[in-house]
């Protein structure tokens, strides 16, 4: 269990500029105890002195410059992160052997990048299914767009447009499984609906 140590900002009752009341300032003891390693490191001699030196600083720099709070909101799912992993190795294997194809065939092919807008807008979700989607061969994630939910992905046979259809596809149905592995039951119920209509255009094009 992460342990942590809370001081009130401000007198509870008192709103805040942002209208919230009683809010808290955390010590992470995990963080104040690896910066305090990192500083008798940087000072090459395990003593007391550096270790008292390194703690006071390291709750100096947890005071000065306090991390947010981040709300993951992960949920391990055995079944969707079973599913996930079959599907992730079939089209690693597919992709795989197509490129290799590709590479054996003379005539070149034409790249390009498609945006895909993604249904999940969680910080965790994006990045999970980025993740994903870079994994499979024959295609890589060159950008995602925080403020629109959008990933920006390089495909390397764009000769027809039913190329680039499937590969929005092939995003949307990685996304999907990965919320079912990761997500939480509103992120779920919100990739059972239609994708998003795609928009053109991205780095590069």
């Not at 000065?64 to 079973?82: K, S």
């Not at 596809?169 to 990965?178: K, T």
């Not at 779920?188 to 991205?202: F, L, S």
């Amino acid at each position: 269990m992460k342990r942590v140590i809370t001081l009130p900002l401000r007198h509870r009752g008192r709103p805040g500029p942002d209208g919230r009341t009683g809010r808290r300032r955390v010590l992470d003891l995990p963080l104040i105890a690896w910066l305090t390693l990192i500083w008798v490191l940087l000072w090459s001699g395990p003593n007391w002195v550096n270790v008292l030196t390194g703690a006071v600083v390291a709750v100096a720099v947890c005071l000065a410059f306090p991390l947010p709070r981040v709300e993951l909101g992960l949920r391990l799912r055995p079944w969707g992160i079973l599913v996930l992993t079959g599907s992730l190795l079939h089209d690693m294997y597919i992709s795989g052997v197509r490129v290799t194809r590709q590479i054996f065939v003379g005539h070149p092919h034409r790249a390009a990048v498609i945006a895909v807008p993604l249904r999940c807008r969680s910080d965790l979700m994006l990045a999970a299914t980025a993740v994903a989607v870079s994994n499979v061969p024959g295609g890589s994630v060159v950008e995602v767009r925080r403020a629109t939910a959008t990933v920006f992905l390089h495909v390397l046979d764009a000769d027809r447009p039913a190329v680039l259809d499937a590969a929005r596809q092939s995003v949307w149905r990685l996304e999907r499984l990965v919320v079912r592995a990761f997500g939480t039951p509103d992120e779920i119920a919100r990739v059972a609906g239609p994708p998003p209509a795609a928009r053109r255009g991205g780095p590069g094009t």
